[in-house]
């Protein structure tokens, strides 16, 4: 028996050892995690425009570009999260940092999602300071998908020659969109932003910090947009507070886009859509 | 309780050392602690069903002191029947009771006449066949004075609801297990590090082949009309691993578990995808499933004894029965009757025992004949397993279609989600190349001992691998039977 438990020790051992190398691996190797570790320690995190958002803001926003010389601009977007995860996110920033941004912009995509969910993306939560581990946060389990991402990176140039600049990932992989506009026009779903509980405690967080919080729905491939006006629109949260939101998905919107150079698959812009993505942003809302 | 779950991962390790260290040495303290601890493996799912289990062993083990008391062929009979109508009778209500209702009122419609009856809301409980065909045998291996009956409840209700195998098998014997919770049981360490490696291989073949097939085979058959003949083989494909590997998977786990407590259970499983006719296939494929059906109905029938004819009707009456048991669908028992029609040829011309040893026994190759033979058999298993998979009949015919007229366009994308097929075409090849190197051994993870520190660096590669690409159904399939 003593043989065997010893054995079993460790193998507990190796198979701890693994689960750390794999951590270690992942939090060097994968963007998300790298941003993520990165945003919670900026050696200077006085920025005037916070972008937070998913993957599409995460590739899409050329934070570099938004900045000028008033100005700075980060994006703290991670690919995969929730509106929930967002707020998270902002809450320790504020909670970290001494400084407080003048924008926070919310980039969105409605014609996916409903905002309402109460999922916290596993990277978010794992490196989240009052989090209470447990057996499902090994992290052979709870990042597992993340292995596929770093063979990736091993196998493709692509991958592995993209880089984070001021948070935005920056991928030259184009995938063409060979999609065509929706027959029957579709309309940004405006119920989802007022509804979200989410967007609505962001927007407390925003209103207690006196921050403005700019919603704005991001662009994406031909059979995914809608012929709502690019605005902006004013919308009141149930909440009773005003925002303003900026529908960068409608069909009248051009910002140059050319279907064969700019996308990079699933409605995400590579970094030459990103490029002009932003560009348009600063004409539009001013900044 | 799933034992691919973090439930499992944490009953195992405490029934262990409860098992061994509290309770060493102490036969009877081990066996009703197994008892307790096989009763809260299965109340986990539904504790309302442990009353069937705690039914089925009263009845059998009453039975069976009742034969033993009683000489008389008559009363003996009766005291076999009444067994046999109880224990078939609540897995013919749990498990048929619908199906035959059904199809009564259907072919009486043929006639014209119209019966009014509604179905019931019947929920399976979990390894009613398995464990209900377990407590049959003992009961009629008393009757044949085979077996000694137990004095013993409390290691009988071990052996009726032995945790590892309750759910899904293997379907032991009386006569091989029972014997085994009267024995004083000590640990062994050679017995124990080879359990462990089964759980891990097991794990792989479930966790990583099984769930991952699960996913294209699931979306392929649901969606077959779509689909071009190439993708419609894959999807067929996909469900030959997947139910390999669930199954063969599960068996591997089980028999692993029981070995950490001593106990030896029957090899369920033989690599029978190298196979090198559909007669060795099935003496290879849910081995403790075709010999209860050899034993305990073929033989009785007359076996292959009694003339061609009473040989042929006894080689459908089998096949179909035991197509009938995987659940009541008329596409199991199709699949049934096509397995009888590939046995046929073979049995007809005596050529069914023709392959019994270990295929291209010490070559590393096989003959060009074998490959030809393991082929053959692969892809006539490969027709059969659409069979099982289809919602039903019509579907499982309008996929056949699909394959060889090609109703439909789409083309499943082997790139898609970052590679994961490509991935699983690599697992796929990985483990029946370990299984072809290991198999003169038990399971595919079987290595010598001595060679302590490989086999546990090689146990953590595997155990990595489970977590790595894991897929992500969860449940059995034979669960369901």
């Known amino acids: ?287 | 309780m799933l034992f691919n779950s973090v439930d499992f991962a944490i009953f195992l390790p405490v029934v262990f050392i409860i098992y061994w260290f509290v309770l060493q040495g102490k036969l009877r303290l081990q066996n009703f602690f197994i008892t307790l601890a096989s009763y809260l493996f299965y109340g986990w799912w539904d504790w309302k069903f442990l009353s069937l289990i705690i039914l089925s062993t009263f009845v059998d083990y009453s039975i069976g002191r009742l034969l033993e008391k009683e000489d008389r062929t008559s009363y003996r009979k009766i005291y076999l029947w009444s067994s046999i109508v109880v224990n078939l009778g609540i897995l013919g209500f749990f498990k048929y009771y619908n199906f035959f209702l059904e199809n009564f009122i259907q072919a009486f419609s043929l006639f014209g006449s119209e019966i009014r009856a509604s179905s019931l809301s019947i929920i399976l409980p979990v390894g009613i066949s398995f464990y209900t065909f377990q407590t049959l045998s003992y009961t009629i291996d008393v009757y044949r004075k085979k077996l000694q009956p137990t004095h013993d409840f409390i290691a009988f209700s071990a052996f009726v609801s032995f945790f590892p195998q309750l759910v899904a098998g293997p379907i032991e014997r009386a006569l091989h297990l029972l014997p085994q919770f009267y024995r004083k049981r000590h640990f062994n360490y050679k017995l124990a590090v080879d359990g462990s490696q089964q759980i891990i291989w097991g794990l792989f073949k479930k966790m990583v082949i099984a769930d991952n097939c699960a996913e294209y085979a699931n979306m392929i058959f649901q969606n077959s009309a779509e689909y071009n003949p190439l993708s419609l083989i894959m999807g067929a494909l996909f469900f030959t691993f997947q139910i390999y590997g669930d199954f063969s998977g599960y068996s591997d786990i089980a028999i692993g578990t029981a070995r950490l407590f001593g106990f030896d259970l029957m090899r369920n499983f033989a690599y029978p995808y190298f196979s090198r006719d559909i007669a060795e296939f099935w003496r290879r494929w849910h081995i403790s499933l075709s010999t209860w059906f050899r034993d305990y109905l073929y033989i009785p029938l007359g076996g292959s004894r009694g003339g061609k004819w009473r040989n042929i009707r006894n080689v459908f009456i089998i096949f179909i029965v035991s197509g009938f048991w995987h659940g009541a669908n008329w596409t199991f028992i199709f699949w049934g009757f096509l397995n009888a029609l590939y046995f046929l040829p073979l049995m007809l011309t005596n050529l069914n025992r023709n392959n019994i040893g270990v295929v291209a026994e010490g070559r590393i190759f096989p003959k060009p004949g074998e490959i030809i033979g393991i082929l053959i058999t692969f892809w006539l298993t490969v027709l059969a397993w659409i069979f099982f998979r289809a919602e039903n009949l019509t579907h499982a015919f309008s996929y056949l279609e699909g394959i060889l007229i090609g109703t439909g366009q789409n083309q499943i994308d082997f790139f898609a989600d970052n590679y994961q097929m490509l991935f699983l075409f690599v697992f796929i090849v990985m483990m029946l190349s370990v299984e072809w190197l290991q198999r003169d051994k038990e399971h595919g993870l079987q290595i010598n001992p001595s060679k302590r520190k490989l086999s546990w660096a090689l146990n953590l590669v595997v155990f990595t691998l489970c977590f790595l690409f894991e897929g992500n159904q969860a449940d059995f399939i034979y669960f369901q039977f």
């Open chain 1, 1 to 287: 028996m003593k043989k065997y438990l010893t054995d079993i020790i460790w193998f507990l051992i190796g198979f701890a050892v693994v689960n750390l190398v794999f951590l270690f691996a992942v939090s060097r190797v994968d963007w998300n995690f790298k941003k993520r570790l990165q945003s919670l320690n900026l050696d200077s995190p006085e920025y005037d425009y916070l972008i937070l958002g998913n993957s599409y803001a995460l590739d899409g926003i050329d934070a570099e570009l938004l900045s000028s010389d008033k100005n700075k601009a980060y994006n703290m977007a991670i690919g995969g999260t929730s509106v929930r995860t967002n707020f998270i996110q902002l809450k320790e920033y504020i909670r970290s940092y001494d400084t407080r941004p003048e924008k926070v912009i919310l980039a969105l995509d409605g014609f996916r999602h409903d905002f309402k969910s109460d999922v916290v993306h596993p990277i978010v939560e794992f490196t989240t300071d009052d989090y209470q581990y447990t057996f499902q946060d090994l992290p052979l389990i709870k990042f597992r998908w993340m292995f596929i991402e770093m063979i990736k990176k091993v196998i493709s140039s692509e991958h592995r020659n993209a880089e984070l600049v001021q948070g935005q990932l920056r991928l030259a992989k184009t995938i063409s969109d060979k999609t065509n506009l929706p027959e029957v026009p579709k309309k940004l779903p405006f119920k989802n932003f007022k509804s979200s509980p989410w967007i609505q405690k962001i927007d407390s967080l925003c209103v207690v910090n006196d921050i403005e919080l700019v919603l704005l729905e991001m662009p994406a491939v031909k059979g995914k947009r809608n012929d709502t006006p690019v605005g902006p629109h004013e919308i009141r949260l149930d909440n009773g507070n005003l925002v303003k939101l900026f529908n960068f998905n409608s069909i009248d919107f051009n910002f140059g886009q050319d279907p064969t150079t700019d996308w990079i698959g699933n409605s995400h812009l590579n970094e030459t859509g990103a490029r002009k993505f932003t560009r348009k942003i600063k004409e539009v809302m001013a900044l």
